[in-house]
């Protein structure tokens, strides 16, 4: 007998469908804001604040299909469980959008001494396991991955926990040592702090999805 798909199998379809859409945009301001970072090109770092704009509009709209959906088709079992890891997702990915436009705006006070390339160098190696991480999350809420798959999309977590208390105690070596970059630190360490917060709600993201796979909510971080 043919597998028949109902409404409410397709309207979940369609709803992780746009959280995989919001969520390519959120990778995108990710990416640009790490090449901000690297050029402390100030034109970027304006686009990368227009650009949350549209993406805190997205999170919205998301928003009130969630709950359309909920309403309209009275879903049970894994639909109900996948449309209401949608919309906690949506806020999750509006907030990691928000990191990458407050390191845009960091970057856009027009700061004038050249930043440290090590210290930089460091964040954005730690930028690129928490975009990986959420990358791989995102894939497999996609296509129903299982428990270990989301599991090791975000094995990578406590690494960049190390990763950020590591950078945070070189920043305040050189900040100690140097005086003069004392506000330029600051900003470093604001910016290292986004990106593992972005790293921390991707986990949340792996936590919601197997949530709506297996029915149960594991701590992953």
């Known amino acids: 007998m043919s597998h028949v798909i109902t409404l409410v199998q397709k309207k979940r379809s369609q709803l992780q469908e746009r959280i995989s859409e919001l969520g390519a945009q959120v990778i995108a ?3 640009q804001s790490v090449e901000c970072l690297r050029t402390q090109d100030q034109a970027l770092a304006q686009q990368i604040s227009a650009g949350n704009r549209l993406i805190n509009h997205q999170r919205r709209l998301l928003e009130q299909e969630c709950l ?5 088709f009275k879903p049970a079992g894994e639909d109900l469980r996948t449309i209401g890891a949608c919309l906690e997702m949506a806020s999750e990915l509006e907030r990691i959008g928000d990191y990458a436009a407050d390191i845009a705006r960091i970057i856009a006070r027009d700061v004038k001494m050249p930043l440290p390339e090590g210290a930089v160098a460091a964040i954005i190696a730690l930028a690129n396991k928490s975009i990986a991480m959420l990358e791989q999350t995102l894939a497999g809420f996609l296509s129903h991955a299982d428990e270990s798959s989301l599991r090791a999309a975000v094995a990578n977590e406590p690494q960049v926990d190390r990763d950020e208390d590591t950078l945070t105690a070189q920043i305040l070596e050189w900040m100690r040592t140097e005086p003069e ?10 910016i290292a702090h986004n990106y593992e917060r972005a790293a921390d709600r991707a986990t949340n993201i792996a936590e919601r999805a197997v949530f709506a796979v297996a029915g149960h909510t594991p701590d992953l971080d």
């Open 181 to 190: 970059f004392v506000e330029h630190g600051t900003y470093l360490l604001w």
């Open 68 to 72: 359309v959906a909920l309403a309209a």
């Open 29 to 31: 301001a990710l990416h």
